[in-house]
C-alpha cells in the first residue's frame, strides 16, 4: 500500500489527560485535521479524591474534571479514539502508531503523562489487587473501617492520605524524608486528623499476608499490620514507546522540549508531564496550558 501523505492526520494528539484534551480543545478550535488518541479518558487526574487548585473549577472529583474536559474537547468536534498505542514507528517525514489498528500522521504530540513509580519490594507484585494499590481513589472504599498505609511524601500521598482518613479506623502515612514535600494547606489538614500517624525516616521493606495484605514491615524495625498500602511515589516516563523516535530526555527519562514544546525529533511536540522544559510543576493546570501552547506551535507549523 502505497501511503499518501495528503489523507493522513496533521497531528495525533496520543493521550487524554489535561494536556491531551486542552491540545484537542484548541486544535478544533484552530479546525486542524487531527485525531486524539488515549487509553484512559481524564488521564491521571481522575484519580484525584477531589481537586481544590484547578482555576474556576472548585472542588470537584479528579473524575468530574477528567470528564469535563473530555465532553468539552468533544463538543468542539474533537475525533477521540480509545486505543493503547503499543509502538510509534518514525517513517520517512511521518509516523505509525500501532494500536487495535494503524493511525497515520505527519505530526505527533505526546502528551501521554507518565507511569506510576513502584517501590520494587517483595510483596508488592504479589499483593497487587490483594491490599495494594496505586490509587486510594480508585480502591480506597474497600478499606472501610480498616488499617492502610499510604507511602510517600508529596501531594498525591497527602491528598490520599487525607482521604483515606474519612473511610479507614487508621492511616499510616510513610515517608522516607524528615519533611513533607506537600502544599502547605494539605499538610495543615493532615496534621488536624486524629487517625492519621506520620512515620518519617522509614521505608516499606516488605509487604506480607496469606492471600492478602496483613503486615508491613519497616527498615526501622517497626512492624505495622495493615489490611492495605497505597503508594504515591511519583511517576515513571514510557521509555520503551518512545525509544527510537530520537528524542532527547533528562536523566529520569522525560522528554526535553524547549518553550514551543517542540522535542529534539522533528514532527513530534510533547507537553504535560511527561514534558520538560526546565522549571516543572506537574499539574493538571500546568499540562492543560502546555497542550495549548503546543498545538498553537503545531497550528503554525502546519502553515509553513
Ligand atoms: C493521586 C493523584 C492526585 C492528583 N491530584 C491533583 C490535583 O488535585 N490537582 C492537579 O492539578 N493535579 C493533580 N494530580 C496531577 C495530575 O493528575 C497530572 O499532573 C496530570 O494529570 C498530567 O496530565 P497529562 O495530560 O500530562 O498526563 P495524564 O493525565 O497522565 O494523561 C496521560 C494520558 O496518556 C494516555 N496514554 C499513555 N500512554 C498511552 C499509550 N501507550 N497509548 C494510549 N494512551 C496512552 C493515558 O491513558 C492518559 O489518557 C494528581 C495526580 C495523582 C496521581
Known sequence: MITRKEDMYDLIILGTGPAGLAAAVYAARYKMNFLVIGALSGGTVTQAHMVENYPGIEGVTG????KRMADHAEKLGSGIT????????KKDGYFVLHGSKEYETKRILLAIGA???KLKIKGEDEFLGKGVSYCATCDGPFF?????????????????ALYMAELAEKVYLIYRGTELKAEPAWIESLESQKNIETIYNANITEIQGENKVEKVF??????????GVFIEIGSTPN????AGLGLTTDDRGYITVDS?????????WAAGDIAQNGFKLRQAITAAA???????????????
Open 63 to 66: 473524575i468530574e474534571l477528567g
Open 82 to 89: 480509545a486505543d493503547l498505542i503499543k509502538k510509534i514507528e
Open 115 to 117: 507511569e506510576r513509580t
Open 144 to 160: 472501610k473501617n480498616k488499617t492502610v498505609c499510604v507511602v510517600g511524601g508529596g501531594n498525591a500521598a497527602v491528598t490520599s
Open 218 to 227: 519497616l527498615d526501622n524495625n517497626r512492624e505495622i499490620e495493615a489490611d
Open 239 to 242: 521509555k520503551a514507546l518512545i
Open 260 to 268: 514551543e514544546l517542540k522535542t529534539g525529533a522533528k514532527g513530534i
Open 290 to 304: 502546555e497542550g495549548a501552547i503546543a498545538v498553537y506551535s503545531i497550528y503554525l507549523d502546519t502553515k509553513k
